[in-house]
């Protein structure tokens, strides 16, 4: 009897589950979407770098999950507890009839299960089809093929682990939800149950005048939050990014506290408007909704913000990762000495005299040749295969203490890193050496790299830079044609070029200065060498081995190797890593902008539905329909959208930051990427907020129910 009232009650107000289920429905498909990627493995050819990352992605993937998880129990248990506000007069009449409070539970238990298990199944073939599109998405993402050996051709992703571990975690947070809403009615008096739809939110903020000077105070807090997140940067976490953190909090809240009767004061004080149509009627409506629900709106916010700056820097991220793998790979490899170590305190402290020999080879360009000898020390008689072509690089300093980017700074008359990208490097970075470069080497490397030579004038310099951070700088000092003391003399910066000169897998220089040959030869301090290689593909992993044998190598005369890349692994690496961020970030984004949407309709069709008594009178009162349904759309649309909109403020703020950020590792177009991120959300959003204004139309229309 129990299970066929359920039944019976879930068909008759299938339209009041709507929400609930199509909320659980999307938490299922991507919950069990996301958990099936580790499945790919076994059916995309990936290398052997890239398998090694994609099984790190599974298992981060495992962990956001449990967060996932802790989201998706707020939200089902939320959703749940509208759908038992609606009802409590329901339960009222069934113990007033003469049932049990254990029978009324057990219908509850019963629609829980049935309207649980209806939406996981439906979730679940979703989440199916889900995975088949985010299978197409990884292939893109790491640049692979289909397994054909594994596959025969044809790829279709069903993980059993991904089911079982979806159907635990669902089964859990349906349990939850159950029991919590048997506790809600267990413990709500009859009489209460009865007079539920009665009872009204009380306000919390009644005095306009009040509610302007907190209206003031919101945006003054949320004003300096921004000045203080712009001066401090997203590195820095110190006092002023705590205190920025704080102050965009409480003005968010203060913000949403104080909305409704500043709404209120200022539509008042233009008299035709307030008292036109329903204005005055739906602005009462909402200042008793925000007033009495400013805490959760301020909560949906500043998820909001969390979920759209997360997603768009992550996909931002993945975007810089992606272009700097194609920007900074145009030699086959690049090998590293340094030649020493430099410190704040000490300077640069030179190698020991094992060092001594190599250093001499490395200074007359021969670098080559000692990774040669080295290569048959440790079983590679095949160097000449291996690097057939190869450019070296020597970075310098002029005279005991070398050139500090402190003191090009003083030279062109502004900061290298802006204050927001000093944040993100070494508090003492200006003590370092601003590295010299010899123009024949430089043109060497250009020319093993397909790029054109640099021509430089008497007394003359370009500066070389591969990093965003320092662009600005670059740029002004070749403008200004700025003046470099260069010890006893000076060259002027006559050009700016960003490239790179080596083999990596992000941004490695701020800038480097190309001068004459002959200004560095007479009191040249070599600190560092890169040996810039061309070669093969199919010879890269076998030079590759070379390289790893001579660095592990005992042998004291084998070449001292620092680092050494791959044009394959710094692609690889770049593109593994891209993915795993782009993942996270729509992983995270999605499910977190499907709370805050369900968030703000379960909270309008609750209210919907506690106001049905004002809308019967507004008819009785002669109002027409279309008035009615102007009213409840204003309201839905007010509800949905200041949220979003101080949320998006929050993230243009941010994102600006972020930008900063990412130009550490490459260049961001935030354009593009907020554009794409605001269309994705906004369907979503939308979505929910067109089913919401529906839903409390028919809610407002006693006789259509």
């Not at 149950?193 to 003031?216: D, G, M, P, Y």
């Not at 149509?277 to 409506?285: A, K, P, S, V, W």
């Not at 949320?647 to 935030?670: F, W």
């Not at 991120?677 to 979505?687: D, E």
């Amino acid at each position: 009897m129990l299970a066929k009232i359920a039944f019976g009650n879930v068909r008759k107000s299938f339209k009041d589950f709507a929400i609930y289920f199509v909320t659980v429905m999307l938490g299922v498909a991507v919950f069990y979407a996301f958990n099936a990627m580790a499945t790919q493995q076994g059916v995309l050819a990936f290398n052997e770098t890239q398998d090694k990352i994609f099984g790190l992605l599974g298992t981060v993937i495992g962990g956001v999950s449990l967060f996932i998880a802790g989201v998706l129990v707020f939200l089902v248990v939320y959703a749940s507890r509208f759908l038992i506000r609606r009802r409590k007069k329901e339960f009222g009449l069934y113990l007033l009839l003469g049932m049990q409070p254990a029978q009324v539970s057990g219908i509850i238990l019963w629609e829980s299960l049935i309207v649980g298990a209806t939406s996981l199944a439906a979730g679940i073939v979703l989440g199916v089809g889900l995975s088949q599109v985010l299978l197409a998405v990884t292939a893109a993402l790491f640049q692979a093929g289909i397994n054909v050996a594994e596959t025969g051709g044809f790829a279709f992703v069903f993980s059993a682990d991904a089911l079982v571990f979806t159907l635990e975690v669902f089964a859990v947070i349906f349990a939850l939800s159950a029991i919590f809403n048997v506790r809600t009615i267990g413990r709500t008096p009859i009489i209460q149950l009865i007079a539920a739809e009665h009872r009204h939110e009380t306000l919390k903020l009644t005095n306009l005048l009040l509610s302007f000077v907190l209206f003031v105070l919101a945006l003054a807090c949320i004003a300096l939050a921004y000045k203080l997140l712009l001066e401090n940067g997203l590195m820095g976490m110190g006092p002023k990014f705590v205190a920025s953190t704080v102050l965009v909090i409480v003005g968010t809240f203060l913000f949403f506290f104080s909305l409704s009767g500043f709404l209120l004061k200022i539509v008042q004080a233009v008299r035709p408007l307030y008292f036109r149509g329903l204005n005055m009627f739906t602005l009462r409506q909402l200042n008793a909704k925000v007033n009495t629900a400013f805490s959760s709106l301020s909560v949906v916010c500043l998820i909001l913000f969390l979920a759209i700056t997360s997603t768009c820097g992550g996909i931002g991220i993945r975007n810089a990762l992606e272009n700097s793998a194609k920007a900074f790979t145009d030699y086959a490899a690049s090998v590293t000495t340094y030649w020493g170590q430099f410190s704040p305190e000490g300077g640069f402290q030179p190698s020991d005299l094992d060092a001594a020999d190599d250093l001499a080879l490395a200074a007359d360009g021969g670098m080559a040749e000692g990774l040669a000898r080295s290569a048959e020390a440790v079983g590679f008689d095949n160097w000449e295969l291996l690097a057939p072509q190869n450019a070296q690089l020597n970075f310098y300093a002029l005279g005991t203490r070398p050139l500090s980017v402190s003191a090009v700074e003083e030279a062109v008359g502004r900061p290298l890193i802006t204050d927001t990208g000093a944040a993100m490097l070494n508090p003492d970075y200006g003590t370092y050496p601003f590295y010299l470069l010899k123009l024949s080497e430089v043109n060497a490397a250009l020319e093993l790299a397909g790029r054109s030579p640099i021509q430089l004038g008497e007394g003359k310099a370009a500066i070389i830079a591969d990093s965003d951070l320092a662009k600005e700088f670059c740029e002004y000092a070749a403008e200004t044609h700025a003046s470099i003391p260069l010890g006893e003399t000076s060259v002027n910066v006559a050009a700016y070029y960003q490239m790179s000169l080596q083999t990596s897998a992000v941004p490695m220089n701020t800038g480097s200065l190309v001068v004459n040959d002959g200004l560095i030869e007479s009191d040249g301090m070599l600190l560092m060498s890169v040996l810039d290689i061309q070669t093969a593909p199919e010879n890269e992993g076998a030079l590759w081995d070379c390289l790893e044998a001579i660095r592990n190598s005992s042998d004291a005369s084998t070449w001292p190797i620092s680092n050494f890349l791959t044009r394959t692994l710094a692609l690889d690496q770049s593109v593994s890593l891209a993915a795993i961020i782009a993942f996270l970030a729509i992983y995270l984004g999605f499910v977190l902008v499907v709370a805050c949407a369900a968030i703000l309709a379960i909270q309008q069709l609750s209210n919907a539905s506690e106001s049905a008594a004002s809308y019967t009178l507004l008819r009785k009162l002669g109002a027409p329909e279309s008035m009615i349904t102007c009213s409840v759309f204003t309201q839905v649309l007010v509800y949905f959208l200041f949220p979003l909109l101080l949320g998006l403020a929050h993230t243009a703020c941010a994102l600006i930051v972020v930008t900063d950020v990412v130009s550490v590792i490459g260049h961001l177009d935030i354009t593009a990427m907020a554009l794409a991120c605001a269309a994705s959300f906004l369907v979503v959003y939308g979505a929910y907020f067109a089913v919401t204004f529906f839903a409390s139309r028919r809610l407002a229309r006693p006789a259509a129910t």
